[in-house]
């Protein structure tokens, strides 16, 4: 799987929209871009993913860079609960195959009031 | 739906004993994983069962045995445990008809091996 490169920490305030990074030059055509988070003492959630374009759902929005090299997060008010490790995970899905999950260490997003 | 149950909680064992690991969704999923987490790192694969009656080695299988009883359930177990397997396990469940996007997450096991 390609390699991802994210911040150690982050540090955002309460209310204020949050751009989390994610670099990935090694990303193949067939690789889908996935965000996962984990709040303390749980386990992880499912955020948002895609592939070339950007994404919006009810938690974030993702922004893919037109060469795919990088992506950003987006929470576009941040609350004290969305306090986590936010991981950007690259996974070459194949439709009706399981495919593991890479986590690498992540981005600690603190959330100050 | 209670999502992927895991039980139990939390766990203290000695070198060399067993357990098992239980888990279960009530997803109707097709697929489930075993992780493991150790402090200030990531996830990591253990095994998976991507349907009914299959299973398959992760990134670190070592130690461990996995059986899928039916759908809904997929056990761990470890058969004499070692200290370097003390860690906080998850299991996951994902589905075959939205194309494995998505894994759905329990809120894990507390494992310390003395």
């Known amino acids: 799987d390609a390699k991802t490169t994210q911040p150690n920490s982050m540090e955002s305030n309460e209310e204020e929209p949050v751009h989390l990074p994610c670099n990935h030059s090694t990303i193949s055509g067939t690789d889908y871009i996935h965000w996962y988070r984990q709040l303390p003492s749980q386990g992880p959630e499912y955020v948002i993913h895609?592939?070339?374009s950007n994404v919006n759902n009810r938690m974030a929005s993702l922004a893919i860079a037109e060469d795919r090299k990088s992506s950003t997060l987006i929470l576009h008010r941040a609350t004290l609960r969305d306090a986590a490790v936010y991981y950007c995970?690259?996974?070459?899905?194949?439709?009706?195959?399981?495919?593991?999950?890479?986590f690498g260490s992540g981005t600690q997003l603190t959330v100050l009031p | 739906n209670a999502g992927v149950t895991q039980t139990p909680k939390f766990q203290v064992l000695k070198t060399g004993q067993s357990m098992t690991l239980q888990c279960a969704q009530d997803?109707?999923?097709?697929?489930m994983y075993w992780y493991r987490q150790d402090p200030g790192m990531g996830l990591r694969l253990i095994y998976y069962s991507a349907s009914e009656g299959t299973t398959d080695k992760g990134e670190v299988p070592n130690g461990y045995n996995v059986s899928r009883l039916n759908k809904r359930e997929f056990s761990l177990r470890l058969e004499s445990a070692a200290p370097s397997q003390t860690s906080v396990y998850f299991c996951?469940?994902?589905?075959?008809?939205?194309?494995?996007?998505?894994?759905?997450f329990g809120p894990g096991t507390r494992l310390t091996v003395t």
């Open positions: 997803m109707n999923h097709n697929s």
């Open positions: 895609g592939l070339t």
């Open positions: 995970i690259l996974r070459d899905v194949v439709m009706g195959s399981a495919r593991q999950l890479t």
């Open positions: 996951a469940s994902s589905s075959r008809t939205s194309g494995h996007y998505e894994q759905y």
